[in-house]
């Protein structure tokens, strides 16, 4: 991956003393891993549970049923209650989500292969973003992982200011 934004992350949680808690399920666990490999992450990171199921949301996440059955797995507003559930399930200050479809099959009409939702949620900030990766499962999970951890990180420095 290569990328630093791990340890960045990771400091600037560190500096405003805030704790992340991650809601996993098209990244099966990458997030977690990759926030894993800083030295010290258990200072700030609590855990993350991968919900891959439509019964995982909703037994783990808390992801309301209606919610699943009328917007489905990977919508918005799956995607910011997986966020809030992640965040309540370990007591954390910030909850991050990602659901989508990888690849390469489980394409929709109007849900296209790629399509993933990312959700950030606090006690005051819910929000969720929409992205269509281009390349195959492998690829997609990683832009995922980075899109999601740039999202986390853009959250950090708005508290910085």
């Given amino acids: 991956m290569g990328s630093d ?4 992350v990771g400091e600037k949680l ?3 003393k805030l704790t992340l808690s991650l ?3 098209c990244t099966g666990g990458l997030i977690g891993h990759r926030l894993t490999e800083v030295p010290g992450s258990s ?3 609590l855990g993350g549970i991968i919900a891959y199921s439509y019964e995982a949301k ?3 996440l808390g992801v309301r049923h209606d ?3 009328q917007h489905g797995a990977v919508s918005e507003e799956t995607a910011q ?3 809030r559930g992640a965040r309540r399930a370990l007591g954390a200050d910030i909850g ?3 659901t989508g479809i990888a690849g390469p099959g489980g394409g929709l009409p109007g849900k296209p292969v790629g399509l993933t939702w990312i959700a950030l949620s606090t006690r005051e900030v819910n929000v969720a973003r929409q992205f269509t990766w281009p390349g195959g499962r492998e690829a997609n999970k990683v832009q995922s992982s980075q899109a999601a951890l740039e999202m986390l990180e853009e959250h950090l420095d708005r508290l910085s200011q």
Avoid: H, N, Q
């Fill in 67 to 69: 919610t699943l059955y």
């Fill in 23 to 25: 809601g996993e399920s």
């Fill in 58 to 60: 909703e037994r783990l």
């Fill in 14 to 16: 560190l500096r405003l």
């Fill in 81 to 83: 209650e997986m966020a």
């Fill in 5 to 8: 934004i791990e340890r960045r």
């Fill in 96 to 98: 991050l989500a990602v």
């Fill in 43 to 45: 200072e700030y990171f």
